[in-house]
């Protein structure tokens, strides 16, 4: 079955940086590509998705970009604040099947 | 707009006893409705999918035996607990699609086992 790879564990930038957190999937016919944000004690909160017709998506200070000949997707937040501190998750599905498939999360530290 | 409600949002248990949790979509038709359960740490492990006119698909690790579900109609669903141990708790997620629309999930319901 599916496999999501989140590359970053743990992340830390300073505020006005940018960060970036990478995905790898496995199944070649996964087409959709959500992102979820976890704040502490929270539950998730959707972020950004993307679909396999596009290979970049854009929402404010948020990038998707996906290669899917890499089976690679990944997040660019630009401009970073404090409030983006939070655990990130990527996930992949398929349209037609419905499960999605979560990474391990990459707790994204954003200091003053 | 779509939201998706959990009952409740945190509960306590005993070790042995059951416990149920339910989920409402609002607003939009749940075709499809996933239970998650992210375990401390961790990250979020799909138990079930269920899909209106499809059986339940369990995942590997979790059993109607232990974690029967129902979805009913197009807005909501219910999953239970069945002799909860400590390896039990955690957030449970509920996500609700409408047919390949994005997945909308509740806040949670947080399931401590004493």
């Known amino acids: 079955g599916e496999k999501v790879e989140q590359h970053e564990s743990t992340l830390s930038v300073r505020e006005g940086d940018s960060a970036v957190i990478n995905c790898t999937y496995t199944d070649t016919a996964s087409s959709y590509f959500p992102w979820y944000k976890q704040e502490a004690g929270k539950s998730l909160h959707f972020v950004i998705d993307?679909?396999?017709?596009?290979d970049r998506k854009q929402s404010q200070r948020l990038t998707v970009l996906l290669d899917k000949k890499a089976k690679r997707f990944s997040l660019h937040i630009t401009a970073t604040q404090p409030e983006d501190s939070a655990i990130y998750f990527c996930?992949?599905?398929?349209?037609?099947?419905?499960?999605?498939?979560f990474g391990s999360g990459t707790r994204l530290l954003v200091s003053p | 707009g779509a939201l998706v409600y959990q009952y409740p949002r945190r509960t306590i248990c005993k070790s042995g006893t059951s416990m149920r949790m339910e989920c409402q979509a609002v607003?939009?038709?749940?075709?499809?409705v996933a239970w998650y359960r992210q375990s401390p740490q961790k990250t979020f492990e799909l138990i079930a999918l269920s899909t209106v006119n499809s059986a339940i698909k369990y995942e590997q690790n979790f059993t109607q035996e232990k974690f029967p579900i129902s979805h009913p109609n197009l807005s909501f669903s219910s999953m239970t607990v069945l002799n909860a141990y400590l390896e039990d708790r955690g957030l449970y997620l509920c996500g609700a699609r409408e047919g390949e629309d994005e997945q909308y999930f509740g806040p949670g319901t947080r399931l401590t086992v004493l």
């Open positions: 607003g939009f038709q749940a075709t499809s």
């Open positions: 993307i679909r396999s017709n596009v």
């Open positions: 996930a992949a599905s398929r349209t037609g099947g419905y499960k999605v498939v």
